[in-house]
C-alpha cells in the first residue's frame, strides 16, 4: 500500500487527478485529433506490455474491478441509475463508472449486431433477394424477415444467422433459454423458429 500513495502523492504533485493520469496514459489522440507520436521509451514500452495483457493484471482484471466495485453504482436518486445498458445514451457522456461500462458494451454490441446484419443483406451475404413484380434488389432483414423468396426458405435464414450472426444468435438462445443445462443442448437443436 505504501507503493500506492507514493504514485498516488506523484500524481497529485502534479496537479493532476487520477482519471487526467489514465486519460494521458492511454489516449491515443492529441486535442486536435492528431495521432499521438513520441511517447517516451518507458511509457511506450508500458503501455505495449499491458495492452497486449503480458501482465499479470491485465485489461480484463482491471474491468472486473472496475464492474465489482460499489463505488461506481449511481445513488438511486441520481440521474445516471437509469443509465445501466443504455444504447440511447452515448455512453461517453455517462460518468459513473457501472453505467458507463454497461453501456459502452451494450453500443458496442449494437454497432457489431448492426454492421453484420447490414453484410448479411447485402447481394453476396446470404439474405438477399429479389422483388418478386420488379428487378429492384430488397434485402429481407428490413422490415418483414418473413417476406422471403420463394427459393428460400426459414431454416436457410436461421444458417445463416447462426453463421454470420452468431452474437445475435446466441443472445437469442439464451434469452429463449434461461436454463443453462439447456443451452448447451439447444444450441445444437435449437428451438425452432415462431413467426407470427
Known amino acids: 500500500m505504501r507503493k500506492l500513495e507514493r504514485i498516488l502523492n506523484v500524481i497529485q504533485d502534479e496537479d493532476w487527478s487520477f482519471g487526467?493520469?489514465?486519460?494521458?496514459?492511454?489516449?491515443?489522440?492529441?486535442e486536435d485529433g492528431v495521432e499521438i507520436k513520441g511517447r517516451t521509451k518507458k511509457h511506450a514500452g508500458m503501455l505495449?506490455?499491458?495492452?497486449?495483457?503480458?501482465?499479470?493484471y491485465h485489461t480484463a482484471c482491471i474491468l472486473k474491478e472496475w464492474i465489482r466495485n460499489p463505488i461506481g453504482i449511481p445513488d438511486s436518486s441520481h440521474d445516471e441509475y437509469s443509465d445501466m445498458f443504455s444504447v440511447t445514451k452515448l455512453f461517453e457522456s455517462i460518468h459513473h463508472a457501472r453505467p458507463a461500462l454497461t453501456s459502452f458494451a451494450a453500443q458496442l454490441v449494437k454497432e457489431h449486431l448492426?454492421?453484420?446484419a447490414k453484410?448479411?443483406?447485402?447481394?453476396?451475404?446470404?439474405l438477399h433477394r429479389e422483388q418478386a413484380d420488379q428487378n429492384e434488389e430488397v434485402p429481407i432483414l428490413e422490415g418483414d424477415?418473413?417476406?422471403?423468396s420463394e427459393k428460400s426458405t426459414l431454416e436457410k435464414t436461421q444458417?445463416?444467422?447462426?453463421?454470420k450472426l452468431s452474437l445475435m444468435w446466441h443472445y437469442c438462445l439464451a434469452v429463449a433459454t434461461p436454463n443453462r443445462k439447456n443451452r448447451l443442448s439447444r444450441a445444437k437443436n435449437p428451438p425452432k423458429m415462431v413467426v407470427h
Open 20 to 30: 487526467k493520469f489514465l486519460y494521458h496514459f492511454f489516449r491515443t489522440k492529441d
Open 48 to 56: 505495449s506490455i499491458f495492452m497486449h495483457g503480458s501482465t499479470k
Open 114 to 116: 448492426l454492421l453484420t
Open 119 to 126: 453484410s448479411i443483406v447485402s447481394p453476396n451475404g446470404g
Open 145 to 148: 424477415v418473413v417476406a422471403v
Open 159 to 163: 444458417s445463416v444467422i447462426e453463421k
